[in-house]
């Protein structure tokens, strides 16, 4: 295991929190918050929880554990009655307490055990139950976000009807070795 894998954990985290942004990015303030149903979570609620779970297993990553006692992990699931701006807050401190973290660990650390409820992983274990499970509620973010906008929805990937084209492009160029995201996250920076 060496630095690549940091690396590459870091491009994937930050690919996913690109697609929440780019979601949010095409909603109306009022899409934020809401529900299919009683049942279902709005963006805003999945904000939250990913707020809390980020800022719960990031803060003090190596030395407590990952279920903090100051956690409030129901209360996630409370509608907010916050604004689009409140929302944005936690997510950007989420992700910057994630960020903060993941660069303060070195290659010795991977193999360190933490503890999430009592439970050891390795910091690479962590950091792979973590690249689960966000995404797998940015995918949520990204879906809602795609009904409410239906026909003005700017596709995150490939647009229906253009793979052809998108391989013929990619493979218009050399053979070369790049992680999967450095092409779309350098987009996404100009």
């Not at 604004?83 to 010795?108: G, H, P, Q, R």
């Amino acid at each position: 295991m060496n630095t690549d894998y940091l690396e590459s954990a870091k491009k994937q985290f930050a690919y996913y929190k690109l697609l929440g942004e780019k979601t949010v990015e095409q909603l109306k303030d009022k899409d934020l918050f809401y529900k299919y149903n009683d049942d279902s979570n709005s963006i805003a609620v999945i904000i939250k929880h990913l707020h809390g779970n980020m800022m719960s297993r990031w803060t003090d990553f190596l030395t407590t554990d990952g279920e903090k006692e100051w956690r409030q992990r129901d209360e996630e699931f409370e509608e907010p009655e916050e604004s689009k701006e409140a929302i944005l807050k936690l997510w950007n401190e989420a992700w910057n307490c994630l960020f903060n973290t993941l660069n303060s660990l070195s290659e010795e650390d991977l193999s360190k055990t933490i503890y999430i409820r009592n439970q050891g992983h390795s910091v690479t274990e962590a950091i792979n139950r973590q690249l689960a499970h966000y995404p797998y509620h940015v995918g949520q973010i990204v879906f809602i976000g795609k009904m409410l906008s239906n026909a003005k929805w700017n596709s995150l990937s490939i647009p229906k009807n253009a793979s052809k084209e998108y391989n013929a492009e990619k493979f218009s160029k050399e053979k070369h070795t790049e992680h999967f995201t450095d092409e779309i996250l350098k987009k996404n920076k100009k």
